[in-house]
Structures are given as C-alpha cells and as structure tokens.
C-alpha cells in the first residue's frame, strides 16, 4: 500500500518518461506495485472497514434481561440461548456478562456473635503416633467457645461419647 503522496509523484515521474522500472528502482517499490498505481486514476481514499456484527448481538437484550432477573451464571446462560439457535461459544458470551456483573460489596463470610457461655463448636481429629515402638491411633477432642473462641484440646485413644 502506498500514500496518497507517492501516488502524485509516481504519475510525475511516468510523465517524465520514466517507465515501471525505472520508478520502482528510484522509489524502493516493486515494479507491479507502481503499474498498478499508474493504472489508478487518483489515489484511493482511506476507508474504514466496516464491522461486522457479533454473532451475540441478537441475543445481548435477552441476556440483559436475565442479568437483571438475577441469574449471573453464563453457563445457565449459555444453554438457554444455545436453544435458541446461538451458534458461538461461551466465551463470548462470558466476556459480555463481565463488566455488566454488580460488583459483590459484602463479605464472603460474616462473624457469628454469641453470648457468653451460649455456645460452642467440637471437631475430632485424628493422628498416627509411634508409642513404645508401634503404631497407634491418637484422637484430639477439640472444643472452640463461641464468645471468647479460647480453644480446650484433649487426646485420647477412640472417639466414644462416654470417653
């Protein structure tokens, strides 16, 4: 592709007489690309290309739509216009959802607050240890208070209620 610029001076340069050759040599340019140009009538004027449109653009209201029901999951998504004829991918689909997600402002887990002596949380866990040259099961009871969170821990060797 050459400027506008280059195609004044190559139709100067052939009105000179130079021939194709000549004018490729003195401009660096291949000898069909300036017979080309000598061809043209004017230079050509610079135009945009033209968009086409996405493959998702029938389906962006309908998406929109569910966006603001409440469903935000592009899978569930992705199969409901996928039944309607969509024929692309769930990337596209993914990479429209993105900026129009509402952005999540709470946190992902919240303290639970008890009173006093109200409440507690138990987990068992359970350890291999070598005692007196075998191997045996230890047990640890572990007792978290929901006030103060302080921590009660006990070993033992089986899990029973009564133990």
């Known amino acids: ?30 000898r069909k690309t300036i017979g080309k140009w000598l061809r043209e009538e004017g230079p050509k004027s610079y135009q945009r290309q033209t968009l086409k449109p996405s493959i998702l653009a029938p389906y962006k209201d309908y998406i929109q739509s569910r966006m603001e029901e409440g469903c935000l999951n592009a899978a569930v998504l992705f199969d409901e216009i996928k039944t309607k004829g969509y024929p692309g991918q769930i990337r596209l689909l993914r990479s429209f959802m993105e900026p129009l997600r509402p952005t999540v402002l709470t946190k992902a887990t919240e303290r639970f607050e008890t009173p006093p002596g109200k409440q507690a949380q138990v987990d068992w866990g359970h350890f291999k240890v070598e005692w007196n040259g075998e191997a045996k099961r230890l047990y640890a009871f572990v007792m978290v208070l929901g006030y103060s969170r302080s921590m009660y821990l006990e070993y033992t060797e089986n899990e029973r209620l009564d133990t």
Not at 11 to 16: D, G, L, V
Not at 19 to 30: K, M, V
């Open 1 to 30: 592709m050459i400027k506008n610029g280059e195609f004044y001076v190559i139709q100067h340069m052939h009105q000179k007489g130079m021939n194709q050759t000549q004018i490729s040599e003195e401009l660096g340019r291949d």
